[in-house]
């Protein structure tokens, strides 16, 4: 793994497999995780009711898996390596590996992990390694992504 | 596949393979699309910019992939299999199979794919078969969910 220090827009041409861009940290508030239940739906009272959240062994309100993941998504729009250059996102694979709660600082990590031109002129598929940590350091969400890609150049 | 007609709250032990369940419709507004944005942060021009939309082969804003993930989820709670029984969402596998545009009406079907005891007592890990559909009937999201339940009975 090479951490870039370039963090302009790559086209699918311009990465190499083993380089690793990191973006954050981004702060998770009670407010987002209300945010989160309302746009989606989901009020599982673990995500929206201190006094149950309290009787869990998570010992409180914790973010929903899937915030996690839209925040993630946020901090690789934020690192400005795909800006103009991904033309769609095809699949998310996520592991919630640990909770984050309320206050907690995520940064996320993401890796090139394969590289494959497309049969379509102009576009290739390029799949990131994902990873998400805590402020201690600790992964709370790990994955794997695939983005369509400009290419830079002709097939 | 046989479909559920009861949606009351299933422990881990109530569920068996290849019950599945339906839920929605659910409108997604521009509105949605806009609170996605800027909650995770992906100002990505196709999800925020209409004119740059037009000129991308979508023809328009399309809503995010995981928007759609998180709506999935949210259908997921209102259909209150889970109600008082998931523990934790494990993982969540998704692939955005076809655009998602404004006012589409998305319907999620669940069907349990693998269910296995955990070694700590009072839990089970249960796969789920995800599918979302518009309001043609095509697939616009497709994936794999592992949950952690609560057992009825002891280990």
């Given amino acids: 793994m090479i ?14 497999v083993g380089e690793a861009y ?43 898996g899937v915030l996690n993941l839209a925040v993630a998504t946020g901090l690789a729009y934020e690192l400005g390596v795909f800006e103009g250059t991904v033309l769609a996102v095809r699949s998310t694979e996520a592991r919630y590996d640990r909770p984050v709660f309320p206050d907690d600082e995520l940064t996320l990590e993401l890796e090139v992990a394969e590289l494959e031109p497309n049969p379509r002129p102009g576009r290739g598929r390029a799949d990131f390694h994902v990873r998400l940590r805590n402020q201690h350091g600790k992964i709370v969400l790990s994955g794997r992504w695939t983005l369509l890609l400009r290419r830079s150049t002709g097939p």
Same sequence: chains 1, 2.
């Fill in 22 to 64: 990191r973006c954050g940290p981004r702060r998770i508030s009670r407010a987002d995780i209300q945010d989160f239940a309302r746009l989606s739906g989901d009020l599982t009272a673990l995500h929206t009711d201190d006094a149950y959240a309290a009787t869990t062994p998570f010992g409180g309100i914790v973010a929903h």
């Fill in 3 to 16: 951490w870039s220090m370039q963090e302009t827009p790559r086209s699918f041409d311009e990465l190499r």
